[in-house]
């Protein structure tokens, strides 16, 4: 029952009391009254005070009744305002909470975003200051805490800034709150109920309560958010602190994602760069066809990328080994192996290849490296001929040479052991060598042993007895020397012999020192000792090799006289202090300058070993780096340029999440679109296309979606409302982000337009012309029969005896009109063609008897002008499906062009090969050739070599338009090699007709 109900319930019990009190009063006062009045006078006087007593008695009553019932009333009116209150503040923590969840929705920077959230909490909490710590591990001081964030009240001193909340051990400011925050629970305290040091530390800052909850980012503890109060000391409901977790949750999963996409990030970086580095080849092909490459592969080929990508890269190994790389690719072999590869200009070289099966654009192909090994089989056969070479001086020397491991077991023994000691080195491998050792001289073997191991390249000599095979001792003289640290040794390495050869033993610790002096001096790193005063006391002979000094030109010079100006105050400030270091290990960057004075950026490690009596000093190690300093500038000018691009391209870029909004614009885009940048990011792609091109937009979108790129054109509506095309090509550059590179191509539509026009329109004109031609031959074909047949009839003397005069003009008019009439088939043929009506009539035939045949005929040609006609047929017995009349009107044409423009004593020749599917011929000529201004147009009608009004050879220019329509109707192609003054090659293949009907 609420207040209200109460209150009604409550007004009509007093109502009904004083109505039943009012009652008895008036109807039992009188009566009473008479019991006590003993006259008339004495009646009327009770009479004036029962008013009074009525008043009396019904107020005593009503306070008696309503005391306790107000009082409970107003209980039960403040136990309602605090609901209300409680209600009210829960509702806003929960609209927070809400808030907060959008905020961390958002791809935001999360040094922006951290600081809006706790803004947000803060208001709502209302507390003094909200913050939030991370956690770091310190290899020394164990896990630490630094405050990263904060939000405070007005009037309360911020803690941001204060460095003992910085890197601050849990175990020193903490140490009763990690367990409760790493168990995924919140630690809620008044202050003065803490134990030390938490509460001397909080109570320093005017802290009374204190609310911690965790913040984990996966498994990972990564900090906590707190809420101090210094004005109250605050008593937290367990749903407001809840609501706070689900925030502090939200936060770490924030975190967590953005550390996730920093990470892959990174992952493609690393990729890329591990894709165009130039250590080797690497290549993604699907069956041998190359469908990516890195520049590695073009610098070991000799082809360049794009000539790469699409290639068969078989053609990138030697023939003889085609076999065995076709047979890894289908068994799916990923081991390495070795075959030889060919370059662009034909040269052989040994490569490793090895493949692996990689998921690759939705589909899994192999990834093959390539690594030319060129140096390294010189290497291997220089170090086979160098092992031998050592394997022979070793077995002839006088002292044995051993390696043992840290347990003294014998890990290797020279052969001439067996000469010297009796042992085969099969018989030592595996066995401790303190078994050989004489037991009086064991346990300060074993002592020097001990000492050995403490100190790399720590070198000993001592003497011990040593048990030959036979049982018997002999005394050895033996030296000793750590290389457990030499990956090539990684052992103890040890060379010994009679002492009384001691002169032999001298001679091998020559050829040792020079050995060792050997691999210093072919080592990448230059090694150099200094003394505390930085003078060099020793130089490796291969600073020559790098930096052009000498190592006597070094000794006693200061280290500092070769750093770059720039470099020298910071190293030389530094060196003091390492030097209070034993055995400090310090890894920096300089420039040092060479003999030449150029200056080398170099990289270089320095340890300091003044303790170590072998070399009591500070000893460096250092290369050049020059080449990465000049990569790592030229990555940050690239940044610096890919930047400006953007902004200064001349083309719109947008950025666009999955549902096509637009993230990021450039000016480019404002300008074309009409839009501010501001208007485009409230915008999507959608918005700006017209509705005509709204489907292809879509389906765009969806392909770059499932394959990663895209390229439309769509018409846009600029914000005036006119209209434009634009060219979109679309790329995904991650999960939900893509870029746009969008151009401007409305003239070149408009452009492509009046193009179609154009084309309909002349091909309109040319069908009229051929159907023109057509008609036109037709009419002039008929009398010109006529003529002809008169003419032959006259010639036959039929009519009687003609004159030798009217022999001649009846030669002529014959010769005239059967040229007339060449000429009118001619154009027959050619409009049939263009109007494409033209068919062939094909027939299987042998190709070896036509070529007779077209020898047999053209030769009378030929002989009129002594030319040399020769045939060379290598088709032989072959049978082809073609139209064999237009098969010979190809080579009658050819050939008389060819006759007519060789000179005499000239020679014509023909050359016929047969394909799987076609044949070619070629018809060559030792003529006039054809100037290179017309070999272009020479298949075009009426196009002549010879267009002159002195023209000294005949022909209407249609007979190789002919050719060339011939050609192209049996599938083929027919082209042209000629070299004015020399000669022309005709050559055109033919298909076999019946392979395509077949298809």
């Known amino acids: 029952m609420n207040s209200s109900d109460k209150g009604k319930n409550l007004a009509l019990k007093v109502t009904a009391l004083y109505i039943l009190v009012a009652s008895i009063w008036i109807l039992c006062s009188d009566i009473v009254l008479g019991w006590f009045a003993l006259d008339v006078d004495q009646y009327m006087q009770l009479q004036t005070y029962k008013g009074w007593f009525f008043v009396l008695i019904t107020g005593s009553l009503l306070f008696t009744y309503l005391t306790p019932r107000i009082r409970e009333l107003n209980r039960s009116r403040k136990s309602l305002q605090d609901t209300e209150e409680s209600l009210n503040r829960r509702l806003d923590y929960e609209m927070a909470t809400v808030r907060c969840m959008r905020l961390l929705l958002e791809p935001a920077n999360m040094d922006k975003l951290i600081p809006q959230i706790l803004d947000i909490i803060h208001q709502t909490v209302g507390n003094s200051r909200t913050y939030i710590f991370k956690n770091e591990e310190n290899p020394e001081l164990g896990l630490c805490m630094s405050q990263v964030y904060e939000v405070v009240s007005d009037g309360i001193e911020p803690q941001i800034d204060n460095p003992d909340l910085q890197h601050l051990p849990y175990n020193?400011?903490?140490?009763?709150?990690?367990?409760?925050?790493?168990?995924?629970?919140?630690?809620?305290?008044?202050?003065?109920?803490?134990e030390e040091p938490e509460r001397t530390i909080l109570a320093e800052q005017g802290i009374l309560s204190i609310l911690i909850i965790p913040i984990f980012t996966g498994k990972e503890l990564w900090g906590f958010i707190g809420f101090d109060d210094c004005a109250e000391t605050r008593k937290w409901h367990e749903d407001d602190i809840n609501l706070l977790e689900v925030i502090a949750d939200g936060i770490g999963e924030y975190i967590f994602h953005r550390k996730a996409e920093n990470d892959l990030k990174e992952s493609e970086e690393r990729f890329k760069a591990l894709h165009n580095a130039s250590f080797g080849g690497i290549a993604i092909h699907d069956k041998g066809l190359v469908l990516d490459c890195n520049q590695g592969l073009s610098e070991i080929t000799g082809y360049t990328t794009n000539e790469l990508i699409g290639m068969d890269g078989l053609l990138l190994i030697e023939e003889s080994f085609r076999s065995r790389v076709i047979d890894n690719m289908i068994s799916g072999y990923?081991?390495?192996?070795?075959?030889?590869?060919?370059?662009?200009?034909?040269?052989?070289?040994?490569?490793?290849?090895?493949?692996?099966?990689?998921?690759?654009?939705?589909?899994?192909?192999?990834?093959?490296?390539?690594?030319?090994?060129?140096?390294?089989?010189?290497?291997?056969?220089?170090?086979?001929?160098s092992e031998a070479k050592q394997s022979a001086m070793i077995a002839n020397i006088s002292d044995v040479i051993a390696v043992i491991d840290k347990d003294g077991i014998n890990r290797y023994k020279s052969p001439n052991i067996e000469k010297w000691f009796g042992w085969k080195p099969e018989e030592m491998i595996g066995v401790s060598t303190w078994e050989n050792i004489h037991p009086d001289d064991l346990e300060q073997t074993q002592k020097l042993f001990s000492r050995l191991l403490e100190q790399q390249n720590a070198t000993s000599t001592s003497e011990a007895r040593y048990c030959c095979k036979d049982g018997s001792y002999k005394w050895m003289e033996f030296t000793a020397i750590n290389l457990l640290h030499e990956p090539t040794i990684n052992g103890i390495l040890l060379n010994y012999h009679d002492i009384t050869e001691r002169k032999q033993a001298e001679n091998h610790l020559r050829e040792s020192e020079a050995k060792e002096s050997a691999m210093i001096a072919n080592s990448a790193d230059v090694i150099a000792i200094v003394d505390r005063d930085g003078i060099n006391i020793y130089k490796s002979p291969n600073i020559e090799k790098w930096f052009g000094w000498k190592p006597e030109e070094m000794i006693g010079v200061s280290a500092w006289k070769n750093i770059h100006p720039d470099d020298l105050k910071n190293t030389q400030e530094l060196y003091p202090i390492f030097l209070e270091m034993p055995e400090a290990v310090v890894t920096s960057e300089a420039r040092y300058r060479c003999k030449d004075d150029s200056y080398k950026w170099i990289e270089f490690t320095i340890s300091n070993l003044l303790n170590e009596p072998a070399i009591n000093g500070v000893m460096l190690n250092y290369h050049d780096i020059t080449e990465r300093k000049i990569a790592e500038n030229a990555l940050r000018d690239s940044e610096s340029k890919f930047r400006n691009y953007i902004e200064n391209a001349p083309y719109a870029i947008f950025i666009a999440d999955e549902d096509w909004k637009y993230l990021e614009v450039n000016k480019t885009a404002s300008m074309l679109t009409g839009y501010s940048e501001e208007e485009l990011l409230t915008m999507t792609g959608f918005d700006l296309v017209a509705p005509e091109s709204q489907r292809k937009a879509y389906q765009s979108n969806y392909e770059v979606k499932n394959t990663g790129f895209t390229t439309v054109e769509l018409l846009f509506i600029h914000k005036d409302k006119t209209s434009y095309w634009m060219r979109m090509d679309a790329t995904k550059l991650s999960e939900n982000r893509y870029i746009v590179f969008a151009s401007d191509i409305t003239e070149r539509k408009r452009a492509e337009y009046s193009l179609i026009e154009g084309k309909i329109l002349a091909e309109e004109n040319n069908r009229i012309k051929s159907e023109f031609l057509a008609n036109m031959s037709h009419e002039l074909r008929t009398p010109l029969t006529a003529i002809i047949g008169f003419s032959d009839i006259l010639d036959a003397k039929l009519f009687g005896e003609l004159n030798e005069k009217q022999i001649s003009h009846v030669n002529h008019i014959n010769k005239s009109g059967r040229h007339l009439l060449e000429v009118i088939n001619d154009i027959l043929d050619l409009s049939k063609i263009e109007a494409g009506k033209m068919e062939l009539d094909c027939e299987n035939f042998p190709i070896s008897n036509t070529l007779n045949e077209i020898q047999a005929f053209m030769h009378p040609m030929a002989g009129k002008k002594n030319i040399d006609l020769k045939i060379i047929n290598e088709i032989k017995d072959v049978e082809i499906f073609a139209d064999r009349v237009k098969f010979k009107q190809i080579m009658f044409n050819l050939l008389s062009n060819a006759i007519k423009f060789t000179p005499d004593n000239g020679k014509v020749s023909v050359f016929a090969t047969n394909t799987e599917d076609d044949i070619q011929v070629s018809v060559s000529d030792t003529g006039i050739g054809i100037p290179l201004n017309l070999q272009q147009d020479i298949f075009n009608p009426f196009t002549q070599v010879d267009s002159s009004n002195k023209r000294r050879y005949g022909g209407t220019g249609l007979g190789l338009a002919l050719v060339k329509q011939f050609v192209e109707l049996h599938n083929g192609k027919i082209w042209l090699e000629s070299e004015e003054g020399k000669g022309s090659t005709f050559s055109f293949t033919i298909k076999n007709q019946d392979s395509l009907v077949n298809n």
């Open 172 to 194: 020193e400011g903490a140490p009763t709150m990690l367990p409760i925050l790493e168990s995924r629970q919140h630690f809620v305290h008044v202050v003065e109920e803490l």
């Open 334 to 385: 990923e081991e390495a192996y070795e075959v030889i590869g060919c370059r662009k200009d034909g040269t052989e070289y040994p490569v490793r290849v090895q493949a692996k099966i990689v998921p690759y654009k939705g589909k899994q192909l192999r990834v093959t490296e390539f690594r030319d090994i060129t140096e390294q089989k010189e290497a291997e056969e220089a170090l086979k001929k």
